[in-house]
Nanobody, 121 residues
């Protein structure tokens, strides 16, 4: 089992920045690809970005150029730096861990409880 706990959500004005963190515990962190998804009200969960255990990254189009993912294997954490935030970024953000590197939810075995981000206009 892998336990994931997100933090760092909150309220920010459009154009601002937030940094989300995901702390992992349990099985060996370095074995897993780590991803961020989000779910806005009445919308399906959306893939944002994945960072592979090797460090390679892949970004979804909606956040490319604005969000940056990083991982610290020594601290078992993944960070999502979010810049130039827009009201449409308002959602609950989820951290996920899996052995696949994919944009699909089903590729991830473990999920955090989510952290809410609200971007005001």
């Amino acid at each position: 089992q892998v336990q994931l706990v997100e933090s760092g959500g909150g309220l920010v004005q459009a154009g601002g920045s937030l940094r989300l963190s995901c702390a992992a515990s349990g099985r060996t962190f370095t074995n897993y690809n780590m991803a961020w998804f989000r779910q806005a009200p009445e919308k399906e969960r959306e893939f944002l970005v994945v960072i592979r255990y090797s460090g390679g990254t892949y970004y979804g189009d909606s956040v490319k150029g604005r969000f940056t993912i990083s991982r610290d294997n020594a601290k078992n954490t993944v960070t999502l730096q979010m810049n130039s935030l827009k009201p449409e970024d308002t959602a609950v953000y989820y951290c996920a861990a899996g052995t696949q590197s994919t944009t699909y939810e089903r590729g991830y075995n473990y999920w955090g409880q989510g952290t809410r981000v609200t971007v005001s206009s």
